[in-house]
């Protein structure tokens, strides 16, 4: 058996617990998820294991932290009747088939991704010299592979981590794909489109193979998509087959590269719990604006009458990302011009910031009265992941000759 990926529009993404989220989170990650739920079939997890790869040293926050960020996915606005919220911990078979995908990946694969050197450098002072760092990037991808998601919503410099994924599930597959019946399923679907039409496949495909030839291949690939005869696993199954694969056990997902707002903290720096410059998605009224209010800006003017630039000022890339074309135009002339303060230019964007924290606590406030309510939600999630999970290994069971009775 292999998975039908006709119209797979399955993505699949998390985020580690590390307490209430700020408003890089939100314009960075949840906005993009509020908008694929709607597109997509979605699957968002609490990544508390991974969490545990680098602070598997300090675990007492870590409930406080789970249900805190729940709560602000929610108030973003990510709705669970269309999207599946669990915990990464809930579901057991994550263990499971990171464990039987560790069988097969070659050390040097883990050891090359480039988070692992950068975050051993960022995190200096914490020892990381542990199997669980080593092998986070391969519990992610078992993450992935567990609902065979089709695709994962990735900045460009999480790409090298579906690009992992995808080499690991052709390495499985390439191991595992080729078992009992996989010359008759071949045959089989070789029947479905005729004698002529398996004659030039089977022609194309030696093209390829013996010659390198990449038309042969292509036009084997368009043979294959353009016969309605075919189920979906069966196309699979032949474009495996075309390349010397066998069937796609687990299929090979893409990276869905989304926008990320870069949202500056209130220091210009890149907005992070490190370096203390947040403003959180739920955050207190007037610590948001004594603080917004108390931003550098651009240090050339230090008199109202000096002109400034607001390429050079930390508080424009907030306004570009709060402020309409008008309001833009206006704080761009006016600091220009040295035709008012910062102070002036700032409370327009206090205001945007102030409108948007208002709907985030208000569609808040029922989880955070009923906190009962978030865990029937996130349970409610576990059980619709569970199944899946469950598909997914009994397929990779009975490939690693694991399914005794």
Not at 171 to 188: S, Y
Request: glycine share 8%.
């Amino acid at each position: 058996m292999e998975f039908d990926s006709t119209e797979n529009r399955r993505t699949l993404s998390g985020m580690r617990p590390t307490g209430k989220l700020h408003l890089g989170h939100y314009h960075g990650v949840l906005k993009n998820w509020v908008r694929m739920q709607e597109d997509y079939e979605c699957f968002f997890f609490v990544a508390d294991w991974h969490a545990l790869t680098t602070s598997y040293d300090n675990p007492e926050t870590m409930g406080e932290h789970v249900w805190d960020m729940v709560i602000d996915w929610l108030a973003a606005g990510v709705d669970p009747e269309k999207a599946t919220l669990f915990i990464q911990s809930g579901i057991l078979e994550h263990a499971e088939l990171h464990l039987l995908l560790s069988m097969v990946t070659p050390l040097g694969w883990l050891e090359r991704v480039p988070s692992f050197k950068e975050q051993q450098q960022r995190l200096a002072d914490k020892d990381l010299s542990t199997y669980g760092f080593l092998g986070y990037p391969l519990l992610q991808s078992a993450d992935i592979l567990m609902y065979r998601a089709a695709h994962v919503p990735v900045g460009e410099d999480q790409v090298p981590h579906v690009e992992l994924t995808r080499e690991i599930a052709r390495r499985f597959n390439a191991f595992f794909g080729k078992g009992p019946g996989f010359e008759q399923d071949i045959e089989k679907a070789m029947s479905q489109i005729g004698k002529k039409a398996s004659g030039r496949f089977r022609s194309l495909r030696r093209r390829f193979n013996e010659q390198g030839d990449r038309d042969a291949h292509a036009q084997a690939l368009e043979l294959i998509r353009g016969a309605p005869q075919l189920t979906g696993d069966q196309k699979q199954l032949l474009s495996g087959y075309l390349e010397g694969r066998g069937k796609a056990l687990l299929p090979e997902p893409a990276a869905l590269l989304t926008e990320a707002a870069k949202t500056p903290g209130l220091d210009g720096q890149k907005m992070s719990k490190s370096y203390g410059n947040i403003i959180a998605m739920r955050d207190d009224p007037k610590r948001i604006e004594k603080a917004v209010r108390s931003m550098p800006t651009d240090p050339a003017r230090v008199r109202l009458t000096d002109p400034g630039d607001p390429g050079k000022c930390p508080v424009w890339p907030l306004h570009r990302i709060y402020s309409d074309a008008a309001t833009c135009e206006w704080v761009e002339a006016g600091c220009r011009a040295a035709s008012f303060g910062c102070v002036e230019c700032k409370r327009p964007l206090i205001r945007k910031i102030l409108e948007e924290q208002e709907e985030i606590r208000e569609r808040a406030e029922p989880y955070v009265a009923r906190p009962a309510l978030v865990k029937e939600i996130i349970l409610d999630g576990n059980e619709r992941a569970t199944r899946i999970a469950n598909e997914t290994m009994d397929i990779v069971r009975s490939a690693v000759g694991m399914r005794y009775f």
